[in-house]
């Protein structure tokens, strides 16, 4: 099916981790021009430059550009730089997050900020800013990297989860106020998926998780993209808004 993203304006956060490189390298095939937001080093890019020229993807259609999710001044900047070399931006994927495993009541108070940092206010922060740009189009699309801690498990990752829940309902009410003005919001929400952020879980509780799921195992990156690219798609998921997408393999059953 062709998913009629070619030429397609993707911004995403937090581009070169497990799920963002996944996103990537997706959209790209799909022919859709992608915006690669990260943060400090061009480095850490590396990944995703040595697959673009192994599949023989369109160099041209990969803009890095290096950004603080949280701060507005760097936010609205990036957005000029996007607005000035391609015009408009259709997509955008809210992927950048961290988690921190610690008990509640280990956690200090820096240990809350960042993680409210890392995984709600520069969410909401970039969602603000390109959703201004989104409602002047009169189109748009942004998709929510949540998780399924928001709404089940989560022991050890509180305030981690206690803000992906956030990011569910702010998904909800963004859907509520800009739907007059075409532009959808959505959530996925992954269970484990095989990147960085999940070894030392993977590593400790693995074969509990995975007898826990129905389908037996975790989720790969690309499985997490590929339903980022179906939000996305209007070819697949025009009338889909304020939905929350569960990638998890069925253990929250
Ligand atoms: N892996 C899982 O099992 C799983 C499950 C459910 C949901 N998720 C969600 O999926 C998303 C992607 O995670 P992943 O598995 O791909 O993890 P990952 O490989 O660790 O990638 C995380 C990405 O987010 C960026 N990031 C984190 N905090 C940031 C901040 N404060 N400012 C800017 N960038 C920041 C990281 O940048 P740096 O490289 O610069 O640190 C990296 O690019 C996250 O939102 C995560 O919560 C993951």
Redesign the pocket.
Known sequence: MDLALQNKIVAI????????VAATISFLKEGAKVVGL???SIS?LSEIFTRISELGLNEKHFMPIEVD??STTSIQEAIKKIIAEWGQIDVLVN?????LETPFLALNDDDFESIY???FS?LAKVSREVGKIMMRQKFGNIIN?S??VSERFGRGVSVYAAMKAAVNRLTEVMALEMGKKNIRVNAVC????E????NALQERHGQMLIEQTPLRRFAS?EEVAHSILFLSSEATASFITGSKLFIDGGIRL
């Open positions: 956060t937090g581009c070169n981790g497990g799920i963002g990260y943060r400090e850490k999710i949280n992927n950048a997050g961290a988690t940092v890392s995984n520069s990297v998780s399924l992954p269970g484990v998926v990147t960085s952020m999940s990156p």
